[in-house]
């Protein structure tokens, strides 16, 4: 079983959809959670942090579920600069901190 | 303020030779990890440096080493080089407080191709 698993995608979606992303991850002790975006042969850039409480930032909620070892991610009114690989990120200190990367879920927002 | 840099941006080498791999992090930044990405996948955790040791190490051979430097920049090594080797490496920043890492920062990448 993989650490962190992803949807295997990729989602084809019209622009103005709300799309979810689903992730699992395996260790319990899993610290800090993330959504990073990566676009086309670019750095992954973070989207956004985690929390058990969820959290919104414009069109895009998180949420968190630690007793079901689940993380997700919905995006409002899809826009087409949307588009990108969405990857899911779990970070765990065992000594140091280990970061452990989904294969990611690629995403196509079309007009 | 600069970012996370890295050089060089690409790479081409054959089979058996050695590379080095540099890494500059964010200014005020203190550890630093480096990330292997293949072509479809997420990146994959290498190791994490900070205080110039390496302090966390993912599933990767020992042909993989590093270091860090007094200023907190970083190299990765990797010697006797395989097909498979071919990947962009990422290196990320972060500060370290207490038991809790800061958000990572990613540089842009070096794209390794090995013949």
């Known amino acids: 079983r993989k650490e962190v698993e992803q949807d295997p995608g990729p989602f084809n979606v019209p622009e103005g959809a709300t799309v979810a992303f689903n992730c699992t991850y395996s260790n319990s002790a899993s610290q800090s959670f993330f959504w990073y975006r990566q676009d086309c042969r670019k750095e992954p850039k973070l989207l956004m942090s985690?929390?058990?409480s969820g959290n919104e930032d414009g069109r895009f909620t998180a949420q968190l579920n630690r007793a079901s070892q689940y993380i997700s991610l919905l995006i409002r009114d899809s826009k087409l600069s949307d588009s990108a690989t969405y990857l899911c990120v779990v970070s765990l200190n065992t000594g140091g901190f280990k970061t452990i990367f989904g294969a990611g879920t690629r995403l196509f927002v079309k007009a | 303020d600069a970012g996370v840099t890295q050089s060089p941006t690409h790479l081409i080498k054959t089979r058996g030779q050695q590379v080095t791999l540099r890494c500059s992090p964010k200014?005020?930044?203190?550890?630093v990890s480096w990330y292997q990405q293949a072509l479809g996948q997420g990146p994959q955790f290498i190791f994490q440096y900070y205080e110039e040791e390496e302090r966390q190490r993912g599933n990767f051979p020992d042909r993989f080493s590093g270091h860090q430097f007094p200023n907190y920049s970083s190299e990765l090594n990797v010697n006797a080089l395989l097909l498979g080797d071919s990947a962009l490496y990422l290196c990320?920043?972060?500060?370290?407080?207490?038991?809790?890492?800061?958000?990572?920062?990613f540089g842009p990448g070096t794209r390794l191709t090995v013949l």
């Open positions: 985690v929390y058990s």
């Open positions: 990320a920043s972060s500060q370290l407080r207490g038991t809790h890492q800061d958000t990572q920062y």
């Open positions: 200014s005020g930044h203190d550890t």
